[in-house]
């Protein structure tokens, strides 16, 4: 376990060592794909025994390998991506040798801050990786190598929203920890698996308030409205392969926290306390990402809003509850994470393009891109929720939880807000992919006469790469659209057991 | 000793200190007053876990109490005072409401977390002051962070609300396992570190540092 997190430190080392630009991205290639290798059969053990490690300090279940197991994946599929898509951004001028280096090292630090948080079992050691995420990633963020100024202000903007919000869920922490003192005496407990053994007996009001500030705090960090304002400017943006993970997986681990802290607060508080909160910041999240969703101009903000959207539907799912609610929210994180980094990877594409990340600055992508048209038109369907793709089987199981337990009012308004949502993708992506064909516009940017380069990427094996990262994930989600798994089913039965639903 | 101080109640007297510096950011017109008044509630901070200490006779409470001290206290003054100087912002911090205003304000938050807390869940083992001050520290860094102007003022109040958030914890369990608390310490130096790199980037790109030219981006 300790080896997945020396990876990525040493392969962050050597790619910021390394002289190389263009040996770089495949040192960082080779650092992803030695990490699946060592940590897959990792994951595999711990989804069927939980492990622990260093007095406790590190754990791993189910729940940690799903998610930890989603994070190699996606950090394999970003690498695969980054490859040309740097070596396009140096050819036009936009970044050097210095940013490329700084680029691998810091994304490899971000991968070694996601796995610490889904490999930590002291509350507050994933507080503190959290925070390092946030850190890692702002710096990611402003590398900016469209627009300085604009990936400058948006990271500003990340990092002091996320670290005031995370200062809050610091607070919750130490009030867990003051709620385990008074139950253990004398020196309380951080551990997650010794505060669930003790969980029934804590303190329900205190509990109360711990949760929510704990709500607040990674909810800021998970992209729910209404403090969700730094997500559509950061993913926006970023790089694109960061933009993909940022949404992709980033989102997710910081739910993983909440979720990980529902399951030692329900046992004192009972379960609706916990559960309406996060169907109240689930409803707020999707009713005003929709709204967001119809109105936009800009097609990589109308990704960033769908993710708000999408996390709304989780964060429903488990506040929802019961087996067939918490199988339809972690059957979403998956497939969110498999739709959106699809998404961003080909819009990257489309930007590098059309020089624009405008709407109406693209058209008739379907014709003049043939393959980036077609991918673009499976992803998005499948993040509005169309059969027979992936998103729409998780997003129908939320809905049928919630029609199980007679939640109508809840249910009316998850499909008035997905309907509302499934207008604005097609329309909007719709526009880009179907009217008549225009001419690609090179970016306003200083660096002026770039037209042949901008115009399209190159031949090479870094293309065949690139090309190859987004058919793969858009065959998952096509046949993600009609079985789900068989390991996948049973690992999600047991996370479900892990968070003690019932 | 120990008699000593609690006869003349120097918990509260250093936490009322730590509240006094906090307020005065309302006052100061200029951006190093604001630095200093960091450092003076940093080194009382310090102080009081020193305290607190020796009256318990906990060792890690000792060990914090340096750590404080040199981080807090030293470190992250220094770094603010040199990214002061880099962006040439010495003068004016520009609040978007009155200092006057800005100052009742906070009295006002002040009073309602006293009236909010009175009746609390918590016993802690502190004086009860000590919680309630570091609950206004908290809520007065955040209402500087949002009532001004310039990016490093924001940098200050967010490292006042670190540290009513660190008083909070101390007063509610006299802190966590060291270890933890060092790794809290250190992401927080990152952060700040990492902040002052990107004002005077603002101040580079936006030829200004006020976060007024921060709108590009909405909707």
């Known amino acids: 376990m300790v080896l997945i997190l020396i990876i990525p430190l040493v392969t962050a080392f050597i790619c910021y060592m390394l002289k190389s630009a263009k040996l770089v991205g495949y040192v960082s290639l080779a650092g992803a794909v030695a990490l699946a290798s060592v940590a897959l059969p990792v994951i595999m053990s711990a989804i069927s025994t939980p492990t622990e490690m260093m007095n406790g300090v590190l754990y791993m279940d189910a729940l940690s390998g799903y998610i930890m197991a989603l994070v190699i994946f996606l950090s394999l599929a970003s690498a695969v991506y980054s490859i040309e898509y740097l070596e396009h951004e140096m050819k036009v001028g936009l970044t050097g040798a210095r940013g490329v280096r700084r680029y691998y090292a810091l994304f490899h630090l971000f991968i070694f801050t996601m796995l610490l948080v889904t490999t930590a079992n002291n509350l507050a050691l994933m507080w503190i990786a959290i925070e390092a995420t946030t850190i890692v990633s702002a ?212 930007q590098a393009h059309y020089g624009s990340t405008k709407i109406e600055n693209v058209g008739g992508v379907l014709s003049s891109m043939p393959l980036m048209g077609t991918l673009t038109f499976i992803g998005v369907l499948s993040l509005a929720g169309t059969p027979p793709f992936n998103i729409f089987i998780s997003e129908f199981t939320v809905l049928q939880a919630a029609v199980l337990k007679g939640l109508w009012v809840v249910a009316g308004l998850f499909l008035l807000f997905a309907a509302f949502v499934f207008y604005g993708m097609l329309s909007g992506f719709g526009r880009m992919l179907f009217r008549g064909k225009e001419t690609p516009k090179v970016e306003e940017n200083e660096k002026g006469s770039n037209r042949d380069v901008a115009s399209g990427f190159s031949v090479s094996m870094s293309s065949a790469f690139n090309k190859g990262i987004m058919i793969l994930l858009a065959s998952l989600i096509v046949v993600f659209g009609f079985t789900v798994p068989g390991f996948i089913d049973s690992t999600i039965r047991i996370c479900i057991d892990i968070l003690g639903v019932k | 000793m120990k008699n000593w101080i609690q006869a003349f109640s120097v918990i509260d007297f250093i936490s009322a200190g730590i509240l006094v510096t906090a307020v005065s950011i309302n006052t100061f017109k200029r951006i190093e007053p604001c630095v200093k008044a960091y450092t003076l ?129 101390f007063a509610l369990t006299f802190g966590m396992p060291l270890i933890m ?20 980037q603002i101040k580079k790109s936006f030829a200004s540092s006020d976060l007024d030219k921060l709108t590009i981006l909405k909707g």
């Open chain 1, 139 to 350: 710096l990611l963020i402003g590398l900016g190598f469209s627009k300085r100024s604009l990936a400058i202000e948006a990271a500003w903007k990340y990092i002091i929203l996320c670290t005031v919000g995370i200062t809050f869920a610091l607070l919750g922490i130490f009030i867990t920890y003051y709620a385990t003192t008074a139950v253990m005496g004398g020196q309380g407990a951080l551990n997650w698996t010794t505060i669930r053994s003790i969980a029934p007996k804590l303190n329900p009001s205190t509990m109360k308030l711990a949760f929510i500030f704990i709500l607040v705090g990674y909810g800021t960090k998970a992209g729910l409205a209404p403090v969700h304002n730094w997500l559509p400017d950061a993913h926006s943006e970023a790089p694109s392969p960061i933009s993909a993970l940022l949404s992709g997986i980033l989102l997710n681990t910081a739910f993983y926290g909440i979720m990980r802290f529902v399951t030692i607060t329900d046992p004192s508080t009972g379960s609706v306390f916990t559960g309406n909160l996060l169907i109240l910041f689930g409803l707020i999240s999707m009713g005003i990402s929709s709204v967001f969703i119809l109105v936009q101009v800009n097609y990589k903000r109308l990704l960033a809003y769908s993710s708000i959207e999408h996390m709304g539907i989780i964060s429903l799912g488990i506040g929802i509850g019961g087996p067939v609610g918490v199988y339809g929210a972690l059957l979403h994180i998956l497939n969110h994470a498999l739709s959106k980094p699809l998404m961003f990877f080909v819009s990257g594409r489309i």
């Open chain 2, 41 to 169: 509630n940093s080194w009382l901070l310090s102080a009081l876990t020193a305290v607190a200490a020796f009256m318990t006779g906990e060792v890690h409470l000792y060990a914090a109490s340096v750590v404080t001290f040199l981080s807090k206290g030293i470190l992250i003054p220094m770094f603010l005072r040199r990214i002061v100087r880099r962006i040439k912002a010495t003068h004016d911090v520009e609040p978007y409401i009155s200092n006057a205003l800005s100052l009742t304000i906070s009295g006002i938050l002040v009073v309602v977390v006293y009236a909010a807390l009175k009746e609390g869940i918590f016993v802690t083992g502190l004086s009860k002051n000590v919680l309630q001050i570091s609950i206004a520290v908290i809520f007065i860094g955040l209402f500087i962070m949002i009532t001004r102007r310039k990016a490093i003022i924001q940098v200050i109040g967010l490292l006042f609300m670190e540290n009513g958030l660190f008083l909070a914890g």
């Open chain 2, 181 to 200: 608390e060092l790794g809290v310490l250190f992401d927080m130096l990152m952060g700040v570190i990492i902040l002052g790199i990107f004002v005077i």
